[in-house]
């Protein structure tokens, strides 16, 4: 390998392995013994959910390229089909591992605590009789058996559903042969069944709806002789296509594209591993599949669905504690936000620190009678949104509102859809962003009239204006009067609904504009200050870092003895520790009871740290594709808080942290001293 040569293939670790290998850590918590029993068995299920959207989105855009003989590749030089190949290598065996957990692990640990599956083959009578009743009462109604022939051709199976495949002997009630059959579970039922304690022989005692089916479902073939019957789910590509440039109405037509999700092509068959391999390969040849895209499952064909256990279990002992998150002393003591804020910038690290100031922030915009407008960008609400029942108030109180959503916030279209509507009826100004450019930027801006003056108040974050996810996620907020960023910010949703060029920005840094630039301008600045003997460092704290640009830079900072350390949760392509080429960079990713979701990025600048904060990750998508914003962060006691708090922090964290090793794993990180979390840590800080 040429180490000098900064584009060889030999320096990149292929981005889908490199997510699976994220899965795999994600695998790793479910095992470890140190987290509450309950939150491993969550920890199970996201490797599961994970790993359905790596399918929808990932693998399937890969077998698009590979079906139509695409040859693109990326720094690492993986075809389609090679990469392909590698997935499905590693992803059985993540496949295999989650249920070696599962049945050889969770499920004896949570027998013993009470918490118990009742499996088919071990029901007694009592329980027998009252699974009989509950599948008569409340399935056979509902389930609606299909026997295959040339009238009942093979039905379409909706994305990631539960079905089974039922084999037959015997003769139907018109004197035909049957073989086969296809029994879908409607989506309204529940996949795990709470059986009541005096037949349960516990006060948690489930049932899988697989079994119960299973057990049952002769009923539903009278005077026929069911042979067998097994459990399936096909994933499908769920990636929606809408050729932005050559529709009318976007918001038409992403609803049009809405309902082809349940039905994309197949891209893997998830089948009960008992089943034959006849059966296996005649529902392959239907989905269009081989057998590298059958996954094989010893249990319920959908992990994702044991995530409602623990709120079914009343065991706090087997969960994470109960936290209340903190408030800043001067939100506290100030007579109102707007007064708060002009005093100073606010900073919220979530969820160690609470959402609610950024909600009474909308409210008190609302309602206050010296505020104009409001401006918001929204990415990701949920439903049953409070900030968008602020936004909906300050509409009807006579606010001008204007509210950019992104319509292809993946898997979310649906819900914003609904409050795009919500806010229109409510007489806020809506618009979709820039077509060929999802907003992603998280931007709150309140224009208020003081003393005969306009004033700014902004709020600008890491993350999602979603109050859920900011108990989940870590995540950073600003709350800011600061008259350049605000006027920044201004200048952004003004292109955004005018799309007319606007000013230089003084402060903000923008994509797909200013960003990629001034970060490779900024590691350059490093690579000069090292070589002039200066002090010279860069810490990132991202989501996934795999732009090639960026890369090369980050290696060459490397050779000139630049100190780089960066934390990234998912997707790295980058190899540290490779001789003459990455020594000194030290790549680590944290799995803890939070999703790290922060952005933060800092350069020494020769003991003037420049420290900026942004929605946007190290990713071409993020630099040339989307509108993002990334802002600094000048007040020195709030910059100090980041350091100490967002980056050193976890750069001692010996407990949740895990180091990436040159030929792309991961190992945990030396925990020969004290053990440190950083989120834990973070909690007792920052926490009430």
């Given at each position: 390998?040429?180490?000098?040569?900064?584009?060889?293939?030999?320096?990149?670790?292929?981005?889908e392995?490199?997510?699976?290998?994220?899965?795999?850590?994600?695998?790793?918590?479910?095992?470890?013994?140190?987290?509450?029993?309950?939150?491993?068995?969550?920890?199970?299920?996201?490797?599961?959910?994970?790993?359905?959207?790596?399918?929808?989105?990932?693998?399937?855009?890969?077998k698009?390229?590979?079906?139509?003989?695409?040859?693109?590749?990326?720094?690492?030089?993986?075809?389609?089909?090679e990469?392909?190949?590698r997935?499905?290598?590693?992803?059985?065996?993540?496949?295999?591992?989650?249920?070696?957990?599962?049945?050889?692990?969770?499920?004896?640990?949570?027998?013993?605590?009470?918490?118990?599956?009742?499996?088919?083959?071990?029901?007694?009578?009592?329980?027998?009789?009252?699974?009989?009743?509950?599948?008569?009462?409340?399935?056979?109604?509902?389930?609606t058996?299909?026997?295959?022939?040339?009238?009942?051709?093979?039905?379409?199976?909706?994305?990631?559903?539960?079905?089974?495949?039922?084999t037959?002997?015997?003769?139907?009630?018109?004197?035909?042969n049957?073989?086969?059959?296809?029994?879908?579970?409607?989506?309204?039922?529940?996949?795990?069944?709470?059986?009541?304690?005096?037949?349960?022989?516990?006060?948690?005692?489930?049932v899988?709806?697989?079994s119960?089916?299973?057990?049952?479902?002769?009923?539903?073939?009278?005077?026929?002789?069911?042979?067998?019957?097994?459990?399936?789910?096909?994933t499908?590509?769920?990636?929606?296509?809408?050729?932005?440039?050559?529709?009318?109405?976007?918001?038409?037509?992403?609803?049009?594209?809405?309902?082809?999700?349940?039905?994309?092509?197949a891209?893997r068959?998830?089948?009960?591993?008992?089943?034959?391999?006849?059966?296996?390969g005649?529902?392959?040849?239907?989905?269009?599949?081989?057998?590298?895209?059958?996954?094989?499952?010893?249990?319920?064909?959908?992990?994702?669905?044991?995530?409602?256990?623990?709120?079914?279990?009343?065991?706090?002992?087997?969960?994470?504690?109960?936290?209340?998150?903190?408030?800043?002393?001067?939100?506290?003591?100030?007579?109102?936000?707007?007064?708060?804020?002009?005093?100073?910038?606010?900073?919220?690290?979530?969820?160690?620190?609470?959402?609610?100031?950024?909600?009474d922030?909308?409210?008190?915009?609302?309602?206050?009678?010296?505020?104009?407008?409001?401006?918001?960008?929204?990415?990701?609400?949920?439903?049953?949104?409070?900030?968008?029942?602020?936004?909906?108030?300050?509409?009807?109180?006579?606010?001008?509102?204007?509210?950019?959503?992104?319509?292809?916030?993946?898997?979310?279209?649906?819900?914003?859809?609904?409050?795009?509507?919500?806010?229109?009826?409510?007489?806020?100004?809506?618009?979709y962003?820039?077509?060929?450019?999802?907003?992603?930027?998280?931007?709150?801006?309140?224009?208020?009239?003081?003393?005969?003056?306009?004033?700014?108040?902004?709020?600008?974050?890491?993350?999602?204006y979603?109050?859920?996810?900011?108990?989940l996620?870590?995540?950073?907020?600003?709350?800011?009067?600061?008259?350049d960023?605000?006027?920044?910010?201004?200048?952004?949703?003004?292109?955004?609904?005018?799309?007319?060029?606007?000013?230089?920005?003084?402060?903000?840094?923008?994509a797909?504009?200013?960003?990629?630039?001034?970060?490779?301008?900024?590691?350059?600045?490093?690579?000069?200050n090292?070589?002039a003997?200066?002090?010279?460092?860069?810490?990132?704290?991202?989501?996934?870092?795999?732009?090639?640009?960026?890369?090369?830079?980050?290696?060459?900072?490397?050779?000139?003895?630049v100190?780089?350390?960066?934390?990234?949760?998912?997707?790295?392509?980058?190899?540290?520790?490779?001789?003459?080429?990455?020594?000194?960079?030290?790549?680590r990713?944290?799995?803890?009871?939070?999703?790290?979701?922060?952005?933060?990025?800092?350069?020494?600048?020769?003991?003037?740290?420049r420290?900026?904060?942004?929605?946007a990750?190290?990713?071409?998508?993020?630099?040339?594709?989307?509108?993002?914003?990334?802002?600094?962060?000048e007040?020195?006691?709030t910059?100090?808080?980041?350091?100490?708090?967002?980056?050193?922090?976890?750069?001692?964290?010996?407990?949740?942290?895990?180091?990436?090793?040159?030929?792309?794993?991961?190992?945990?990180?030396?925990?020969?001293?004290?053990r440190?979390?950083?989120?834990?840590?973070?909690?007792?800080?920052?926490?009430?």
């Amino acid at each position: 390998m040429d180490a000098l040569n900064l584009q060889s293939p030999d320096l990149y670790i292929n981005r889908e392995l490199s997510l699976l290998e994220f899965n795999r850590r994600v695998l790793e918590q479910a095992k470890d013994d140190r987290i509450p029993l309950l939150e491993r068995l969550r920890f199970l299920c996201i490797a599961g959910s994970n790993l359905d959207e790596f399918f929808e989105i990932r693998v399937a855009g890969l077998k698009q390229m590979q079906a139509v003989g695409a040859t693109q590749r990326g720094p690492d030089n993986f075809s389609p089909p090679e990469q392909l190949e590698r997935i499905s290598t590693l992803a059985h065996e993540i496949v295999d591992e989650q249920y070696r957990v599962l049945n050889d692990v969770l499920f004896p640990l949570l027998e013993a605590e009470g918490v118990r599956f009742l499996k088919r083959g071990e029901w007694n009578a009592r329980q027998e009789r009252w699974l009989r009743t509950y599948f008569n009462q409340e399935l056979a109604p509902i389930l609606t058996p299909i026997g295959l022939d040339p009238a009942h051709p093979f039905p379409r199976i909706i994305n990631k559903n539960l079905t089974f495949i039922v084999t037959l002997a015997g003769k139907d009630a018109f004197g035909r042969n049957r073989t086969m059959a296809v029994v879908q579970a409607p989506r309204a039922l529940p996949r795990v069944v709470r059986v009541p304690a005096s037949y349960g022989g516990s006060p948690y005692a489930f049932v899988f709806l697989s079994s119960i089916i299973h057990a049952h479902i002769d009923q539903l073939f009278p005077d026929m002789r069911q042979v067998d019957c097994y459990q399936f789910r096909v994933t499908r590509d769920s990636d929606l296509l809408v050729d932005e440039e050559a529709v009318d109405d976007l918001l038409m037509a992403v609803e049009g594209e809405l309902s082809s999700r349940r039905f994309g092509q197949a891209v893997r068959l998830e089948l009960a591993d008992d089943c034959p391999k006849g059966v296996g390969g005649f529902l392959a040849k239907e989905f269009g599949l081989d057998d590298a895209d059958i996954y094989r499952c010893n249990g319920p064909v959908n992990l994702m669905r044991l995530n409602q256990i623990p709120d079914l279990v009343d065991r706090p002992d087997l969960k994470y504690p109960g936290f209340t998150p903190g408030i800043p002393p001067r939100l506290q003591r100030a007579p109102d936000i707007f007064s708060a804020i002009r005093d100073g910038d606010v900073l919220l690290h979530h969820p160690f620190e609470s959402f609610v100031p950024v909600l009474d922030f909308l409210r008190q915009a609302a309602t206050d009678p010296g505020v104009v407008s409001i401006r918001q960008t929204l990415y990701r609400t949920g439903t049953d949104s409070n900030v968008v029942e602020a936004l909906v108030d300050a509409a009807r109180n006579g606010k001008e509102v204007l509210v950019v959503i992104e319509l292809r916030a993946r898997f979310d279209e649906e819900a914003n859809i609904e409050l795009a509507n919500d806010l229109q009826e409510a007489g806020a100004q809506v618009v979709y962003g820039v077509v060929g450019y999802k907003t992603h930027a998280k931007m709150l801006m309140v224009l208020r009239r003081e003393a005969n003056r306009l004033r700014r108040y902004v709020h600008l974050g890491t993350g999602n204006y979603h109050a859920r996810t900011a108990r989940l996620y870590t995540d950073y907020g600003l709350l800011t009067a600061d008259e350049d960023i605000a006027r920044d910010v201004q200048q952004v949703f003004h292109q955004l609904t005018t799309m007319g060029r606007m000013d230089h920005l003084s402060k903000v840094l923008q994509a797909p504009f200013s960003l990629h630039q001034t970060i490779l301008e900024h590691i350059d600045a490093e690579i000069e200050n090292a070589r002039a003997g200066k002090p010279a460092r860069v810490i990132a704290k991202m989501n996934a870092l795999i732009e090639p640009q960026v890369i090369q830079a980050l290696y060459r900072a490397s050779q000139a003895g630049v100190a780089i350390d960066l934390i990234v949760r998912g997707i790295c392509s980058l190899r540290p520790g490779i001789k003459g080429v990455s020594d000194n960079i030290r790549v680590r990713s944290l799995i803890g009871r939070f999703l790290e979701h922060t952005r933060i990025f800092y350069f020494e600048n020769d003991g003037n740290p420049r420290i900026y904060l942004s929605s946007a990750d190290w990713m071409g998508r993020n630099f040339f594709s989307r509108v993002e914003v990334c802002f600094p962060i000048e007040d020195e006691s709030t910059r100090r808080s980041i350091l100490e708090e967002g980056l050193d922090l976890y750069l001692a964290d010996n407990a949740n942290a895990w180091e990436l090793t040159p030929d792309g794993s991961y190992q945990r990180a030396a925990s020969d001293s004290e053990r440190l979390c950083a989120q834990e840590r973070l909690l007792e800080l920052l926490a009430r």
